[in-house]
């Protein structure tokens, strides 16, 4: 069965990931200062806005926001 066509449309998007089973992701608030870094480079790189974020010990949550719509098979994601 083929792939559908994946799309990124612009606006706010709410993205979280928690770690397998509920277990930690982050050991020390050194990973939580470089995942932050990462995510700001990242954000600058692809001209996403990161409006807020909340960083815990097993999960995080990013508020983003993208400027224009940009079809998944052409994202510099990728």
Not at 19 to 37: A, I, P, Y
Not at 57 to 71: A, G, S, V
């Amino acid at each position: 069965m083929p792939t559908r066509l994946r799309v990124d449309l612009a606006g706010y998007h709410h993205v979280i990931n928690r770690g397998v089973n509920r277990s930690v992701v982050f050991d020390h608030v050194d990973d939580k200062e470089m995942f932050l870094q990462i995510v700001n480079k990242s954000a600058t790189i692809h001209k996403v806005t990161l409006h807020d974020y909340s960083i815990m010990d097993n999960h995080y949550h990013l508020l983003i926001e993208t400027q224009k719509y940009t079809p998944v098979s052409e994202s510099p994601l990728l």
